[in-house]
């Protein structure tokens, strides 16, 4: 019970791991659109967390603005919170270190999922342009 108190705490309190992944500059990292070329490359990449972000990235593709809280995208994807927060933390690094900018190609933001047990959880999002742009680089992959 301590456990899963431990985990609603932290889902609640505290922000994602990796700095910006939002549409707004850190003053780190850059913002820059995804590119076909960008999902391209993506696609390629073999990292387990990686591969773990472009499973999530084909959920939201498949339905593109529409909202999925952490809860949904774990059960959906067959995966556990911490391997999820794991992955966009993995992510957040790869694309400093090989893409230089600090911008996922997805959108998060706080609420609440109706049937979630957690008050407060991520939300994701693609948008219709990139998913269009996802859609395009998996047909060509």
Known sequence: MLAE????EEETSNPLPGGTQGAESDGTWPVVDW???????????DLPSVQRVTA?????????G???STTAVVE????????????????????HAHYK??????EWEWGTDPNSAYQA?????????NAARWQEACAAA
Not at 76 to 95: E, V, W, Y
Not at 101 to 106: A, D, I, S
């Open 56 to 64: 999530m990235l084909d959920l939201l593709a498949a339905d593109p």
């Open 121 to 129: 959880e991520a939300l994701y999002r693609l948008d219709k342009t």
């Open 76 to 95: 959906r994807l067959n995966l556990d919170r911490g391997q999820i927060k794991g992955a966009l933390s993995a992510f957040t690094r790869h694309l």
């Open 35 to 45: 590119t076909v070329e960008d999902f391209e490359s993506l696609i390629t990449t």
């Open 101 to 106: 900018r600090g911008n996922w190609p997805m």
């Open 66 to 68: 529409c909202s999925y």
């Open 5 to 8: 108190l431990d985990l609603k």
